[in-house]
């Protein structure tokens, strides 16, 4: 809502300059979202007068005009030949900043000095009826008594700042500048003036006419409906005053019946419209549109109906949509002479959704979706009855009032004590009179209990906790102080779960991950490719077509940040991310139930580590990012087995595996199949995804120590050649097993293939930890144990051995 | 005698001469074997001290110590020089340059929003607050209709949804856990959560994403005044944003909180004074708060005459963009290494 400083002074007292208004009404709750200065560009605009007028020496289209403002002369030239001697005219200074955007420079046109520039109406964004018919095509001539030196805004005055309301759902109210002065008179204390059609309880003097019938058909989506019939109808532009208004309001000026229903609907928030009533055969219907009933709208669309939508119709035909748009045949022209002026009250429901079907916004749609004042309909007739004898444009003759189904008066109570009990300081009953008072709201007081009348247009006001806001507002919220919350004082930590994924975040960055925030939706064919195509949750209303599905897996939106980097040459890539998968988890579609969100763990890895002089850097690769996924795993304490991959057909087949906890699958790691990698991920790239909740239930949170070892362990090496095919892990439980109870732990620190191990073998050497709990272990034990291991690999997988 | 004594100082001159010349700890050890080992000059010497009369003896054996007690100094002396020298040398040739970087240990990054959450859930764990959780996927009744936001009401436009059908959608707000949280928890007070989470809305510019956090907070008990709401956010605001920050209420509107609350923080660039970032106003809107809708507390099961509770909302991206000075909501989405690594 852009208000109009220079209006709204007529309805209500205003001390303050615009922008300690804009404060005091944002911090009363009415945000104000700029405060414009509408003259701002016709800061150095003076009026100045044309002492002399000659040829520009070296132009033929130049004239070189000298300018006197009072004081000075300028010396201006000019291109316009619609210049007299004498003529008072708009002259931008130099510095001057137009509003069209031009800046003006002292400057040489042709050899000569122009210490200005003299202006046409277009450049300075006016209606060129403000100066003498000579200025069409070139400067804009003013009036004879214009007064030399004055700034031309004050002259013509345009000296006015409009505020823009960024107005909260609940004030559709102050959609109305009487509502707006009402609001400013209740936050600074000053007096409104409103004359009397502001109140809506005062009756039009005017008949209620027999000839106009109306038939409310549908009584809760048309709460009213009155109408004013206007003969002797003339249509001529509306006065500068009217016009001036209007566009500072942002509402273009068209002619004075339209302007005139314009601005009441400024003025008191009532959206009108004006038929030709000549094109109304018989009494006037508010009912819902048959199916398949066209309407050629104002705006020349021809619009399919259906019965959903509302009807403003005569005996025989659709006159227009209520409350959205007139229909183009009942439109007010030139030679209408007898007018239908509508004041109705349509219910939001209805509107909105005629809008959203047919596409159709108009100011009047969106007035109503918000609200308006089921009351002030006829009160808005009365205003526009005066108004058009005002202006010479019509003679009203009657009104029609039908009641359809109106709200019931409403009376809220409240006490002082509840007041001071929900906002946490002291208030007194006079403290309440005030706030009721400068509200204008009539209240009787009955013991303690405030009973309140709520006036029609505060339609947000219902219960006692909205005028406990009222008084804080009024009061204003400066008064809450910061006070502690009495009663006992309450433990706060995370859950075993929030503890959990907190610190496997913690973990993964430890392990020199960065870890990422991607969109929970994504392209579909993405999705379907790493996750789960049947249970992709899609979305109806997607911003953009790459946004199409909830996620069913991590790994396309880690594979995107990869890519996207890669492109900007960050080639080196170690990243992750935590967050929720959607999982339809149901055949339906439409969802006849909430899918199912599953937090898992991704992560992803491609290039190398940073070069160093101190050591050779490592490739992201396989074990790069198994290694991350087992440091994981010691950290939460849980013990993965890594199997290989069946069933991942995006991943290597030699180089992916699936990821088991117990006999559980949670999740699979592997580097991507070279085949897809060039469609989807930096070359080489490994990744890796883990459901986090079984991670969680399995991980041992609570640790049991063990003291240290009394006697020293025995190290010892070993080395053994096995086939290639046979899996590491496989001849580490062997030789774990072999070893007995007394071999701890048995490491591998070495992987060998090529000369002397036969092709198709290699060399696994483990570094093997002995130990006793209860005496120290002589060399010769050792020994054994060593030869029964290597016998025992000997035997069970074909190997051979040799000593390091 | 005289011989011998001659003889003992040639020696001890020439040794003493030679030791000074040899550079080795070799050198000299090999010399003190030469001259004061078993089979040396100088025991050489003293056994020819049999040769002479026994009246003589005592001199001799008293010269030729003095003369070993001296060489064995001067040796020691000597031996010390040069293992002090070699040490010297050895140290000389170890040096390395220091301001050569050390060992690469690699760091990850947590990200942004991640570190403010977290900074966040650790401000109001230590002020009694637990964490609660919803899904990002919702039903209407939880996301609008529970609170206070029935069908068709206007301020449903305030925001605009991304649907999954007609009945659930993504979350516009981290609100449904209030709700969510009060039915799961009822009768029991106090209801006391924050819920950080993922929420959805259709907008997408330098300042808004189509996915953002929220964390939500919910505080339900008999006699929750607004001024515990100023006293909780302002502490709150201090950890967060600095000892010396100050707060301010300003009216608003949100269906599900009557009065509600606009709340700003004193600028933490300017201190209050004035700049780019506040717009030069010396306050910044954080928060969105009030006191909970006696209809939103009736639909989570507690009697409104009885409770009064608050809630409040507010913008982790925001948050963040204000504690780091980052500019564009997107940068946190974009996941670009160069941007990421600097937290
Ligand atoms: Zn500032």
Known sequence: MKVSLEWLRELVEVRQDAADLADTLTNGGIEVGSVDDLNAGLAQVVIGVIQQLDRHPNSEKLWLCLVNTGEKSFSVVTGAGNLRKGDKVPLALPGAELPN?????????????????????????????????????????????????????????????????????????????????????????????????????????????????????????????????????????????????????????????????????????????????????????????????????????????????????????????????????????????????????????????????????????????????????????????????????????????????????????????????????????????????????????????????????????????????????????????????????????????????????????????????????????????????????????????????????????????ANRNVSRHNLDVSVFEIGNVYLADQPDRPLRRLPRESLRVAGLAAGKSKRHWLTSPYVHDFFYLKGIVEKMARELRLSFVFRPARDEPLLHPGRSADIYLGETKVGVLGEIHPAVAKEWAPERGVVFELEVDPLFRQAGMRLKARSVPRYPGVQRDLAVVVPREVPAVKVRERILELGGELLQEAEIFDVYTGQPIPEDHRSLAFSLHYLSPERTLTDEEVNALNVRIIEGIQQDFDAEWRKE | MVRLQEEVRRLEAETLALLAKTDTLDGIRDLKVKVLGKKGTLTALLRQMGSLPPQERPLMGQIVNEARNKLEQAWNERERLLEERILQERLEGERVDVTLPGFRFPEGHLHPLSQIIEEIEDIFLGMGFEIAEGPEIETDYYNFEALNLPKEHPARDMQDSFYISEEILLRSQTSPVQIRTMERQHPRLPVKIIAPGKVYRKDDDATHSPMFHQVEGLFVDRGIRMSDLKGVLLNFSRQMFGADREIRLRPSFFPFTEPSAEVDVSCMLCGGAGCRVCKGTGWLEILGSGMVHPKVLAMGGYDPREVTGFAFGMGAERVAMLKYGIEDMRLMFDNDLRFLRQF
């Open chain 1, 101 to 561: 955007g031009v800046s003006i420079q002292a400057s040489k046109l042709r050899g000569v000095l122009s210490e200005g520039m003299l202006c046409s109406a277009e450049e300075l964004l006016l209606e060129t009826t403000v100066g003498a018919k000579r200025s069409a095509g070139g400067i804009l001539i003013l009036a004879p008594e214009a007064p030399v030196g004055e700034k031309l805004a004050a002259y013509l005055g345009l000296d006015h700042h409009v505020l823009d309301l960024e107005l909260y759902p609940n004030r559709p109210d102050c959609l109305a500048m009487v509502n707006v002065a009402r609001e400013v008179s209740s936050l600074t204390g000053e007096k409104t003036h409103l004359p009397k059609w502001a109140d809506t309880t005062q009756l039009p003097r005017l008949p209620f006419s027999e000839d106009i019938r109306v038939v409310i058909d549908e009584p809760d989506l048309c709460r009213r409906y009155a109408g004013l019939l206007v003969d002797d109808v003339k249509i001529a532009p509306s006065p500068d005053w009217m016009r001036r208004r209007l566009s500072a309001a942002g509402v273009r000026p068209i002619n004075n019946i339209v302007d005139i229903t314009n601005y009441v609907m400024l003025e008191l928030g009532q959206p009108l419209h004006a038929f030709d009533w000549e094109t109304i055969e018989g009494a006037v219907h508010v009912r819902r549109a048959q199916a398949g009933e066209k309407l050629v709208t104002l705006d020349k669309a021809e619009r399919s109906l259906d019965p959903d939508m509302l009807l403003i119709a005569d005996d025989r035909k659709a006159l227009g949509l209520a409350g959205v748009m007139g229909g183009l045949e009942s439109e007010v022209t030139a030679k209408t002479r007898k007018i239908l002026v509508e004041s109705a009250h349509f219910a939001p429901v209805s509107i909105r959704r005629t809008g959203r079907r047919l596409g159709l916004r108009s100011e009047a749609a969106n007035r109503f979706e918000k609200g308006v004042n089921p009351y002030g309909c006829l009160a808005a007739l009365g205003r526009v009855s005066e108004l058009l004898v005002r202006l010479g444009a019509g003679q009203p003759l009657a009104l029609v009032d039908e009641v359809g189904r109106l709200p019931g008066p409403r009376q809220v109570i409240f006490t002082a004590r509840r007041t001071a009990e929900v906002l946490g300081f002291a208030v007194s009953e006079r403290d309440l009179r005030l706030v009721l008072d400068r509200l204008g709201f009539p209240f009787k007081l009955e013991g303690d209990e405030f009973r309140v009348e709520i006036p029609s247009y505060r339609m947000d006001l219902e219960i006692e906790e909205d005028i406990i806001e009222e008084a804080a507002r009024l009061l204003g919220y400066g008064r809450i102080s910061a006070t502690q919350p009495r009663g006992g004082q309450t433990e706060g930590r995370r859950t075993e779960q929030q503890e959990f994924r907190r610190r496997l975040r913690h973990v993964l960055v430890g392990a020199g991950m960065d870890e990422v925030t991607t969109y929970s939706f994504v392209r579909a064919e993405a999705d379907a490719a790493w996750g789960s195509a049947e249970d992709a949750v899609a979305l109806l209303n997607p911003l953009r077509e790459e946004q199409g599905v909830m996620r069913t897996s991590l790994i396309p939106g880690l594979l995107e940040v």
